[in-house]
T-cell receptor, first 118, second 113 residues
Framework: GAVVSQHPSRVICKSGTSVKIECRSLDFQATTMFWYRQFPKKSLMLMATSNEGSKATYEQGVEKDKFLINHASLTLSTLTVTSAHPEDSSFYIC??????????????FGPGTRLLVL | GNSVTQMEGPVTLSEEAFLTINCTYTATGYPSLFWYVQYPGEGLQLLLKATKADDKGSNKGFEATYRKETTSFHLEKGSVQVSDSAVYFCALSSNQAGTALIFGKGTTLSVSS
């Protein structure tokens, strides 16, 4: 149980176009999801916290107009990279807080989406 | 604020060697500690966790003990295999509901036969 999927797993796009990445909790409802970005040989950088039915909370330094997050249902959050540029190329990972909420809640991670902007 | 520091890699070992990857943390309150593993081309998988001081997390031959006195959560395995080659991340949760994990920078382990 507690599986999180991401789609697509890999995407190549031209500079200036927009790309949408989906994150789904397959067998549980996730009111809170997180989006991370992973740079080569670097750790995961938290980009934003996505709460169902409300606006996402972005970390300092992350452009909310460039990285649009929508959490319209209890099982789906989307990240749209608008007007993508080569420097946006990265590995994007989402996670969802599992069904057992509270003090020791568990985060379940998606497999990641590799974005390459040409 | 809360942070996690883990040893820089890469770590290169021969099969059956002993593994230690150091992890220390800075946190207020009583955090939970985790080790995640990322195999090539894949997402993160939870390897083990500990939720309070002196707890030992273990899985697949890996162990880590939550040491509050030294603020450490070092990962160990007595005999590594080629299949253990991956990136290992130490992470911390503040245990405040709805907050994200804080990760170390990751340590790449390469095991040769």
């Amino acid at each position: 149980g507690a599986v999180v999927s991401q789609h697509p797993s890999r995407v190549i796009c031209k500079s200036g176009t927009s790309v949408k990445i989906e994150c789904r909790s397959l067998d549980f409802q996730a009111t809170t999801m997180f989006w991370y970005r992973q740079f080569p040989k670097k750790s995961l950088m938290l980009m934003a916290t996505s709460n169902e039915g409300s606006k996402a909370t972005y970390e300092q330094g992350v452009e909310k107009d460039k990285f649009l997050i929508n959490h319209a249902s209890l099982t789906l959050s989307t990240l749209t990279v608008t007007s993508a540029h080569p420097e946006d190329s990265s590995f994007y990972i989402c996670s969802a807080l599992g069904p057992n909420r509270g003090r020791y809640e568990t985060q379940y991670f998606g497999p990641g989406t590799r974005l390459l902007v040409l | 604020g809360n942070s996690v520091t883990q040893m820089e890699g890469p770590v290169t070992l021969s099969e059956e060697a002993f593994l230690t990857i150091n992890c220390t943390y800075t946190a207020t309150g009583y955090p939970s500690l985790f080790w995640y593993v990322q195999y090539p081309g894949e997402g993160l998988q939870l390897l083990l966790k500990a939720t309070k001081a002196d707890d030992k997390g273990s899985n697949k031959g890996f162990e880590a003990t939550y040491r509050k006195e030294t603020t450490s959560f070092h990962l160990e395995k007595g005999s590594v295999q080629v299949s253990d080659s991956a990136v290992y991340f130490c992470a911390l949760s503040s245990n405040q509901a709805g907050t994200a994990l804080i990760f170390g920078k990751g340590t790449t382990l390469s095991v040769s036969s």
